[in-house]
């Protein structure tokens, strides 16, 4: 079985979004990814050099990692988003609902991005994909 029909996923809808946040400024590459398997159910852009899905798979771990570590501190909270900032890249992580089942990893180059900007528009784009 597929992930886009375990997760109610529809193709074209997905890619659509995932094209959209592809024109975000300064966008290298975007995947929608299962947190607990790391498996990209789309993705767009990246490079011969900076390949989508590796990274979104390693990007998993931390997600798995900061889970982990609110579960042991006993926090009652959700993660909202997660950004790491790298000497020429951004690196954005955002949640589909609160479950924590599926999020957007968005890659920005800094050069040509606006951070601000780039997590707004993200945000937008995140609400609008259903499971």
Known sequence: ????????LEGPLVQA???????????????LVHAHSG???GEAGGSASFKMEAAAAMAT????????GMSTLKLDDTIEDIMITLGK??????F???????FVYLVLNR????????????TKIARRIRL
């Open 39 to 41: 498996m990209t159910l």
């Open 96 to 102: 589909l609902g609160a479950a924590h089942e599926v």
């Open 111 to 122: 050069e040509h991005a606006n951070l601000g900007m780039a997590r707004h528009q993200l």
């Open 17 to 31: 979004a995932l094209e959209e946040a592809l024109d975000i400024d300064g966008a290298v590459g975007v995947a």
């Open 1 to 8: 079985v597929s992930p886009h029909v375990e997760l109610g």
């Open 61 to 68: 771990d931390l997600v798995r990692a900061k889970l982990k």
């Open 89 to 94: 890249q951004y690196h954005l992580i955002c």
